[in-house]
């Protein structure tokens, strides 16, 4: 069994490192817009029509882009929690990385058959941000949930 409220926590807390990576790192290292990584989480709800440009801030486009990362976030995490609940913090921690760089292949090339402007973000920016994703969230998990002995 895994420990529910910790795995929500967990995904929330690598949601939100990931979520800042994207943004701060595509504007000071790729020169884009901040609001573009939102923009394109949003567009698999709402439609190409979102998507930049101008990748400028809109309150609906970003919350509606926010709310299913948040939500996708959580759930990547309850998944990764069972696969790292009786994992020591050093494996977890590695898993939880692997785990982000799988979420990376699936979503950046299994999906864009759906959603095909997730191939334009196909770097390091969106890499990194994934495998730190599953770093964060496992060792969230892991150090602060007890071990049964």
Partial sequence: MINWSRAIVA??????????????L??????GSAWGPPRMMAAIVMGRDVLP?????????????MLLHFVLAIAYAVILAFVIRSMSVAAAIGTGALFGLAL???NFYGLT????????????????SHVAFGAVAAWYYVAGTPRRT
Avoid: K, Q
């Fill in 113 to 128: 058959a759906v959603f095909d402007w997730f191939a334009m973000a196909r770097n390091w920016v969106t890499l990194i």
């Fill in 104 to 106: 990376y292949v699936v």
């Fill in 26 to 31: 595509v504007t000071l290292a790729m020169g």
């Fill in 11 to 24: 995904g929330l807390i690598a949601g939100l490192v990931f979520v800042m990576m994207e943004m701060i």
């Fill in 53 to 65: 440009p101008p990748a400028t801030f809109s309150m609906g486009i970003v919350m509606v882009g």
